[in-house]
């Protein structure tokens, strides 16, 4: 489901599949051949939400764009990166071809290096 929030509609490549219990909201962008598996949540409600070409965002994965104390926190996933089932990301960022863990949680703020495993 793609919802319009706050003036900003989901941009979704061509390319990209979103599955249809899948939920983004607002300024989220996905980019090519990158997929958002069933019951994932991109909430860009207080930033943007960028994912990369050729990413994976597993089942009831969270990903959060956030705001602490009026700055903005987006969610960057770039590509190649794998966001496995249940993890919550909260304003951060992944870096090329890291490895989020099921069930890891990483923070506001926090950057995750490339090819790094959380």
């Known amino acids: 489901m793609l919802v319009r929030h706050r003036g900003c509609a989901p941009k979704v490549d061509a390319t990209a599949y979103v599955a249809p219990t899948a939920v983004l909201v ?3 962008t996905v980019g090519r051949e990158s997929r958002i598996m069933y019951g994932a949540v991109l ?27 009026g700055a903005g926190h987006p969610v960057r996933i770039e590509e190649h990166a794998f966001i496995s ?23 506001h703020g926090a950057q995750v290096g490339t090819g790094a495993v959380v």
């Open 26 to 28: 607002g300024d989220v």
């Open 85 to 107: 089932p249940h993890a919550t990301l909260l304003g951060c960022t992944v870096e090329a071809r890291a490895y989020i863990a099921a069930g890891a949680t990483v923070l």
């Open 43 to 69: 909430d860009a409600e207080g930033a943007s939400i960028g994912v990369g070409v050729c990413c994976i965002v597993c089942e009831n994965a969270v990903v959060r764009a956030t705001a602490l104390g």
